[in-house]
């Protein structure tokens, strides 16, 4: 089993900027694909980014030239870098992973085996 517990959520003006983190416990290792998530109140939960086993990167359109999703191995540790937050970027922000051949990306949530529990993010003036 693996454990996921994120963290970095908060309040921030638009236009300004948030690191979130994941931090995974129990069987970790380098054997998974990390994603983000996020959910707004009423919507479906939606895929943000993904990083695979080799470090390769994909990003929801609407996330691209903004966010940053990158992973530190030796700290069983993946980061969701947030630049230039709009209004709508508020909902609640989802860290999965799962199992994975080295180079596969997964960005559906049926997908992922494992999900922390979410960190609330919120931009508004």
């Known amino acids: 089993q693996v454990q996921l517990a994120e963290s970095g959520g908060g309040l921030v003006q638009p236009g300004g900027s948030l690191r979130l983190s994941c931090a995974a416990s129990?069987?970790?290792?380098?054997?998974?694909?990390m994603a983000w998530f996020r959910q707004a109140p009423g919507k479906e939960r939606e895929f943000v980014a993904a990083i695979s086993r080799t470090h390769s990167t994909y990003y929801e359109d609407s996330v691209k030239g903004r966010f940053t999703i990158s992973r530190d191995d030796a700290k069983n540790t993946v980061y969701l870098q947030m630049n230039n937050l709009k209004p709508e970027d508020t909902a609640v922000y989802y860290c999965?992973?799962?199992?994975?051949?080295?180079?596969?990306?997964?960005?559906?949530?049926?997908?992922?085996?494992?999900w922390g529990q979410g960190t609330q993010v919120t931009v508004s003036s």
């Open positions: 999965a992973g799962r199992l994975a051949y080295i180079g596969a990306v997964f960005t559906t949530v049926d997908e992922y085996d494992y």
């Open positions: 129990g069987r970790t290792g380098s054997n998974y694909c």
